[in-house]
């Protein structure tokens, strides 16, 4: 079994600074779980107390049916790819992948065994009479991820391994964990892996689950397609999604015996279809955030909601972004496919989703959609 459970986990340094509060988080046997949030968030701190290289000031860590509060590293059935690869200079790639083998005493036949399993894997092979010093950062990356696997451990943790990487290299890396990951499953070994990154598109494509870290406090828990499309609170619907979610304040209003959502200083209201309209009545006469994504505005030749000032248009080949003007604040929208040029210093009619949209309390943040 190698499930992680994480039980009020808190990381206070000497200094005073409590960087974890109160991490609960069950991670299921062989699952892929994504820690994902901005720089400070703790998300490294978090996955550096799974691997025994910080302390935990309090709570319990679980890796499998063991408390590894006090459990040394090499007890805990983990194996860590680090971001900077921390391959050995001196040695080849075999040797690399070997050491750790070595250093706990297995058979020579089993290393070369395991050593040669992994580089078929992860198509390394000819490369193993080479030392880092002549391979490419992908390569690197690839041999690192080797030697964590010849160790066939419990538990994955990956440190943000692929942001040395260009973008291309990158995609090719994330399809090859997310394969070993599969190939693991199948396997009689399945193993779980616990991923940290800050890369939005990392954690929606590779994860089973992702949790979203702020401020050393988790904010949502969730499969990948739950959090992009309903966000827990506005932090996460504003984190996750490239471009960032939109967000104006809004007012409920009674407008002629409806419900609406007034905008643009009292002079746009915003219709809502039924279901929500019964959660937001209560709301009525309230400030509330309203959030749309990029990809729910729309540039419409018919009648909009409204007539806005594009300031900048972003041509990104298959897709353009429209940035426009709405009561001094700038949104963005997405478009993937136009009838004519959009320019910027011109009026367009704008269009706006309300099916999806999103509404936030203005107080706590909390997303009013998805509460009881």
Same mark, same amino acid.
Request: glycine share 6%; proline share 4%; charged share 25%.
């Given at each position: ?44 701190t ?30 805990r ?31 020579k036949? !089993? @290393?070369?065994?395991? %050593? =040669?399993?992994?580089?078929?894997? $992860?198509?390394?092979? *000819? ?7 002549q ?28 942001s ?7 995609v ?85 015996? !409806? @419900?609406?959502?007034? %905008? =643009?200083?009292?002079?746009l209201? $915003?219709?809502?279809? *039924? ?84 509404l ?9 959609l998805?509460?009881?």
């Amino acid at each position: 079994m190698a499930q992680v459970k994480l039980q009020n986990i808190n990381k206070v340094y000497k200094n005073g600074f409590h960087a974890v509060h109160d991490i609960c988080l069950d991670i299921k046997d062989g699952e892929f779980m994504v820690l994902v949030g901005p720089s400070g968030c703790a998300k490294s701190t978090t996955l550096r107390m799974m691997a025994g290289l910080e302390s935990v000031s309090s709570g319990q860590l679980i890796i499998g049916d063991k408390v590894c509060n006090d459990a040394p590293p090499k007890d805990r059935g983990i194996a860590m790819v680090f971001q900077n690869y921390a391959l050995y200079p001196h040695m080849t790639v075999k040797q690399n992948l070997a050491f750790g083998l070595e250093t706990a005493r297995k058979p020579k036949a !089993e @290393i070369e065994k395991r %050593v =040669k399993e992994a580089a078929e894997i $992860l198509e390394i092979s *000819e490369l193993l009479t080479r030392k880092p010093g002549q391979l490419s950062g992908g390569q690197c990356q690839r041999v690192a991820l080797g030697r964590a696997m010849v160790r066939k451990p419990e538990v994955f943790l990956f440190d943000e391994p692929l942001s040395n990487l260009d973008a291309k290299l990158r995609v090719s890396m994330r399809m090859r964990i997310s394969r070993l990951h599969e190939q693991l499953k199948q396997s009689d070994r399945p193993a779980t892996m616990v991923y940290v990154t800050h890369d939005q598109v990392e954690a929606l494509t590779m994860g089973d689950r992702i949790c979203v870290l702020n401020k050393g406090k988790i904010m949502q828990v969730d499969t990948p397609m739950n959090v992009y499309h309903n966000p827990k609170n506005k932090f996460v619907a504003e984190f996750i999604g490239s471009p960032s979610m939109n967000m104006m304040t809004a007012k409920v209003i009674n407008h002629d015996g !409806e @419900i609406k959502l007034q %905008v =643009k200083d009292k002079t746009l209201n $915003l219709p809502l279809n *039924e279901s929500k309209l019964e959660i937001v009545k209560k709301w009525e006469n309230i400030e509330i955030d309203l959030g749309l994504r990029p990809e729910h505005i729309s540039i419409t030749n018919s009648d909009g909601d409204m007539q806005a000032f594009i300031t900048d248009v972003e041509e990104m080949g298959s897709e353009s972004f429209v940035y426009f003007d709405l009561i001094g604040k700038q949104l963005i929208c997405k478009q993937t496919e136009l009838s004519t040029k959009i320019n910027k210093n011109e009026v367009q009619s704008i269009k706006f989703n309300m099916e999806k949209c999103h509404l936030f309390d203005k107080e706590t943040g909390e997303n009013i959609l998805l509460l009881n």
